[in-house]
């Protein structure tokens, strides 16, 4: 019963910016992690950044300083803000959302449907 769904890929210039939104929704009774993944072709999936309830973070040492994960608790939403692309960042990205449905129950991990972002003059 819940849904993750992503907008904001594109494509993009060497250099430029793309925002990228998540939102979840359905039977949720607490988040605790939302996270960004993403797979460019013939690699594996990686992880981008990650962002707890607490707002504690977390980014690859490839993105770092460049790329900013923001979440609106109200909104279920996370957010991942990406400067100074550069065409290694071409990929698709997937946002992530562990999440428990009630109290005391297990946390599961629901995944959006993908985004494509290329860097590319």
């Known amino acids: 019963q819940v849904q993750v769904v992503e907008s904001g890929g594109g494509l993009v210039q060497p250099g430029g910016s793309l925002r990228l939104s998540c939102a979840a929704s359905?039977?949720?009774?607490?988040?605790?992690?939302m996270g960004w993944y993403r797979q460019a072709p013939g690699k594996q999936r990686e992880l981008v950044a990650r962002?707890?309830?607490?707002?504690?973070?977390n980014y690859a040492d490839s993105v770092k300083g460049r790329f900013t994960i923001s979440r609106d608790n109200a909104k279920n939403t996370v957010y991942l803000q990406m400067n100074s692309m550069k065409p290694e960042d071409t990929a698709v990205y997937y946002c992530?959302?562990?999440?428990?449905?009630?109290?005391?129950?297990?946390?599961?991990?629901?995944w959006g449907q993908g985004t494509q972002v290329t860097v590319s003059s």
């Open positions: 992530n959302v562990d999440l428990q449905m009630a109290p005391y129950n297990p946390t599961f991990r629901y």
């Open positions: 359905g039977s949720i009774f607490s988040i605790n992690v």
């Open positions: 962002a707890t309830s607490d707002d504690s973070t």
